[in-house]
């Protein structure tokens, strides 16, 4: 006789939402509730990450994607049973029967049971080489497969398909084709312009795609060969992956006489009962409001739901929201709230960067307060904040273009997180809200990503919110006091953009007076060179004028670079790397006459070492006898603009890129910034000056110049991308003024422009909208702020050379005119090295 | 200008003219050749003070510190060698980035227009 009464639950089906309903009832269960947990399995192995299944083609093994180990069933007391699926259910007895034959009883039964890939027929479909996406099994087929096997077809150009490309890419084909019957990719996700947006992106990366296409027969022996379509035409492949939608697995359903949607699908009520009240459904297999659910959050829901109320809680399944983001193939995707709707039911605001590849598109509510939905193609940054605005109903900025293009105003942008109301959902896989969050960072102290994931299941579901999470932790500490201000030093309580505007208002132009208005103490290596940096963008005077010499930076001090043993190198400037024979001999007589090692940098220049402190004078004079100028190489500042020959010469050039690139390097020369600047012009598309990995670089096209912005190489190498398309030399000169002054004004100390940029919020789309749209209408300021600097650009070795009092400066030792006896070389190929370090 | 900012500790120091006062630039440095030694020189005119140590910066033995920045660390005057930015104290020497390293200072006198260094 049974004292207390166990509930029986058997759960059919072990995927994403079958384990999720496990976790969910256990997690739920009262102290008071004896439950016993049975499931059954078809696949060999526990319910793993269906998601991130195409990651067991980026290396993930079927362990990694495995969501908890057969000891979590063990240790939580859950029987399961794994290939040994479900046969047979006895309503009447409220008994299951498996295939290996073993009856368990249940008093609530859970079908979980998924959906399996839906094979249209097709004659030939049976083929060897043919196969579904589904599966670690499929995937292991594939992978055999494709080993031999160099064309590979997927018919579906839908989310799986594509992954399914992707993954044949991945496995080494020679070609991927995309074969879909539809006129354009994911037509239930993105709208047209979304579709070409994403289809020129994959075929850029080499797949093919071919839409409208209805395939007829799979041709071949006993293998498959190609693909026979309706209009005729054939293309010949030696593997094909099906992915052309899913069938919800109702067959169990159907014997046992539930109630199923002739289109498939078992049919549950809000509660996520079927038409027998002991027996539910949940996750892909389930038909609720009238639709399938192939997601995964709306299947977690589900899940959420049922294990609430066999545990005495009460919820409803509501209609989900079936927003979503993914990557495909590197390329970002996302749909949210009702993406297609049309005017007049709101209106649409749309970006567009072919470019790029960029395609955003937003639906506004007609009196423009709320947002409706919409579609990101190439850029899915905004997609957490834009959903949570939409789900929220948060009220738009007068501007909701700045939704897309990102804020100009730099301060209100950080704050879009923390502005949600507690009750946000921020994870919708795991029902998290923002106020939870706010909690695990303040409360129980978990301010990484690990943690939280750790403490509240936050970003373990389908990632797609762990930006979000990120920014909530950071949010959360600030609120707290816990953020440090990005200040300069213990000197100066500013940032130095902060510290530039005050400079700039009060018109200072000495270190002292810098220190006096708005510092403290003496200065340090830290701020004086800032400083001294400031002062330069803002004024272009001297640097080693009044008080500038003694906080100039190690290089600067003596306008040349301090090399070991205390030698200095010179590096005269050779615009565009154009230099007459005539100048190339005197910087040859001057290296003989003060004994200099002699190099070709990579910048087109020519290095001279070796230097002692005493001789700089004079053979800065001798070369600006000559014709140079300082080459800057020792300052944050230009330092080349490197130019390919061009159509002066090069049969291939369109324009002349060595006159624009002396053109370039005369109009910024001296100008002094948070780094260094390098620059380049190619005089076409091969780009033999490499623009493309320069702060600023220009190509030439048929039709004009083509600007690139912040590259930079070095230790972590970017490249440079697309500002204007086609452009005359003066529009690009002024792009060029506005972009580098805005830069000057904007950016951290010593942080380079490709820094800049990828910790600008809003990015390229951002920079764009400030140098060329002039969103901000400061573009006449910059250009006149820059142009101010031209004015009064002066070689400043010319006017050390001239001024008598600075040249004095230039010796090692104050009481004689002796040179540094320290300084060691030794012999190397016919020329000299510094000693090496003790 | 009569000035003397540094008290020498020993009474055996020998007192030699370095430079004027005008060879050694305001909030900066330079370096004299005393005695066979090369001897770092700065006048930190913001603090009204005048320091001496050695010139090589004890890192990877360059001659150099006459040519680094001055500045203060929590209210203490430092030098930063120009190489590496080990930074000093003008008043004890020792490196405040890394223990290990310390350089020596001097007594700075300053009489008539001159700079004495006592060694």
Not at chain 2, 72 to 91: D, M, W
Request: glycine letters at 10%.
């Amino acid at each position: 006789m049974k004292h207390i009464s166990v509930i029986r639950i058997v759960v059919i089906g072990n995927g994403m939402v079958g384990f999720k309903f496990c976790e969910k009832l256990l997690a739920k269960r009262q102290a008071s509730q004896q439950i016993s947990i049975t499931v059954f399995g078809e696949e060999p192995r526990v319910a793993y990450d269906r998601v991130h299944l195409s990651e067991y083609f980026a290396g993930k093994t079927a362990d990694d994607l495995t969501l908890a180990g057969e000891d979590w069933y063990a240790d939580n007391g859950i029987k399961i049973y794994l290939s040994d699926p479900v046969v047979d259910i006895d309503r009447e007895h409220k008994l299951v029967r498996s295939h290996h034959g073993i009856v368990v009883q249940y008093d609530y039964l859970i079908m979980a049971t998924g959906s399996g890939a839906f094979v249209p027929t097709i004659p030939g479909v049976e083929k060897d080489g043919v196969f579904v996406y589904r599966t670690i099994e499929d995937l292991e087929l594939i992978q055999s497969y494709a080993r031999k096997a160099k064309k590979g077809a997927v018919i579906g150009g839908g989310l799986l398909g594509l992954e399914a490309a992707k993954a044949l890419l991945d496995l080494g084909l020679e070609e991927a084709h995309v074969v879909e019957f539809a006129t354009r990719l994911m037509p239930r996700q993105i709208d047209e312009a979304g579709s070409r947006m994403l289809q020129s992106q994959l075929e850029s990366l080499g797949l093919h795609i071919h839409l409208s296409k209805n395939t007829q027969e799979i041709k071949g022996g006993d293998c498959i060969e190609g693909m026979q379509f309706a209009d005729q035409s054939f293309l010949e492949v030696d593997m094909l992956v099906i992915s052309a939608g899913i069938r919800p697995r109702d067959e169990l359903a159907k014997i046992a006489g539930l109630e199923t949607h002739p289109r498939g699908g078992i049919i549950v009520d809000n509660q996520l009962q079927t038409s027998d009240p002991n027996i539910f459904a949940i996750g892909e297999c389930a038909l609720a409001h009238h639709m399938i659910y192939g997601l995964i959050a709306p299947g977690y829901e589900m899940a959420d739901v049922v294990a609430a109320k066999l545990t005495g809680g009460a919820k409803e399944f509501l209609p989900f929201d079936m927003s979503t983001k993914l990557k495909l193939i590197g390329t970002d995707v996302a749909s949210f709230g009702d993406p297609f709707i049309e005017e007049p039911a709101c209106t649409t605001v749309r970006y567009e960067n072919k470019a790029k590849g960029i395609y955003k598109r937003i639906n506004v509510s007609p009196d423009g307060k709320t947002l409706l939905g919409g579609i990101l193609v190439g850029d899915a940054e905004q997609y957490n904040m834009l959903l949570q605005t939409c789900k929220n109903k948060t009220i738009l900025p007068p501007d909701s273009e700045d939704l897309i293009l990102g804020s100009r105003g730099g301060e209100e942008a950080g704050a879009g997180v923390m502005s949600f109301p507690d009750d946000a959902l921020i994870c919708s896989c795991e029902a998290v809200t923002k106020g939870m969050l706010c909690q695990e960072v303040s409360e129980k102290g978990n301010h990484t990503i690990d943690s939280i994931k750790k403490s509240c299941k936050a970003g373990t579901g389908c990632g797609g919110c762990i930006p979000m999470v990120k920014d909530i932790i950071t949010g959360t500490l600030k609120q707290n006091g816990v953020y440090v201000r990005n200040v300069v030093c213990e000197h100066f309580d500013y940032s130095r953009q902060e510290l530039l505007d005050l400079v700039k208002m009060n018109g200072l132009k000495t270190y002292g007076n810098v220190l006096d208005t708005f510092g403290k103490g003496d200065g340090c290596e830290t701020c004086k060179p800032l400083v001294a940096s400031l002062l330069a963008s803002l004024w272009n005077e001297s640097i080693l004028q009044k008080d500038r010499a003694p906080i100039q930076d190690s290089n600067d001090r003596y306008l040349a670079n301090i090399q070991k043993g205390g030698t200095y190198s010179v590096v005269p400037r050779i615009p565009g790397g154009e230099v007459t024979p005539e100048k190339l001999i005197v910087i040859g007589q001057v290296a003989q006459r003060y004994g200099l090692y002699t190099k070709i940098t990579g910048g087109q220049r020519i290095d001279l070492f070796g230097a002692h402190l005493g001789d700089l004078p004079e053979i800065w004079e001798a070369l600006i006898n000559a014709g140079f100028e300082s080459g800057h190489a020792y300052g944050k500042s230009l330092r080349t603009v490197k130019s390919c020959v061009g159509s002066t010469w090069c049969r291939f050039g369109v324009q002349d890129s060595v006159s624009f690139a002396i053109e370039v390097e005369n109009r910024y020369k001296g100008l002094r910034s948070p780094h260094k600047l390098k620059s380049a012009v190619s005089g076409c598309i091969r780009e033999c000056a490499e623009a493309q990995s320069k702060d600023f670089g220009i190509i030439a096209t048929e039709k004009g110049w083509n600007l690139y912005v912040c590259g930079n190489g070095g230790s972590k190498p970017q490249h440079a991308q697309l500002l204007a398309t086609d452009v005359d030399k003066e529009t690009c000169l002024r792009l060029i003024d506005r972009f580098l002054m805005f830069y000057i004004k904007t950016a951290d100390p010593l942080a380079r422009t490709a820094t800049w940029l990828n910790k600008m919020e809003g990015g390229m789309s951002y920079l764009k909208a400030v140098v060329v749209d002039d969103v901000l209408g400061i573009a006449a300021e910059l250009e006149s702020d820059l142009q101010q600097l031209i004015d009064v650009y002066q070689c400043e070795w010319k006017e050390v050379v001239d001024n008598p009092e600075l040249r004095k400066r230039f010796s090692h030792f104050v009481n004689t005119p002796a040179k540094d006896p320290s300084i060691q070389f030794e012999e190397m190929r016919e020329q000299k090295r510094a000693k090496e370090w003790a | 200008m009569n000035t003397e900012t540094q008290t020498p500790t020993d009474t055996q120091v020998t007192w030699h003219i370095a430079c004027e006062v005008s060879d050694i630039p305001e909030d900066g440095g330079g370096c004299a050749f005393i005695d066979g030694k090369q001897i770092a020189i700065f006048n930190f005119a913001r603090r009204g003070e005048w320091y001496a140590t050695d010139n090589e910066c004890p890192h990877r033995q360059q001659m150099a510190v006459s040519r680094g920045m001055i500045g203060s660390h929590e209210g203490e005057p430092k030098v930063a060698c120009p190489f590496h930015k080990k930074t000093f104290s003008l008043k004890t020497g020792q490196c405040f980035n890394d223990d290990a390293y310390q350089i020596k200072t001097f007594p700075v006198m300053v009489r008539e227009n001159l700079v004495y260094i006592g060694l």
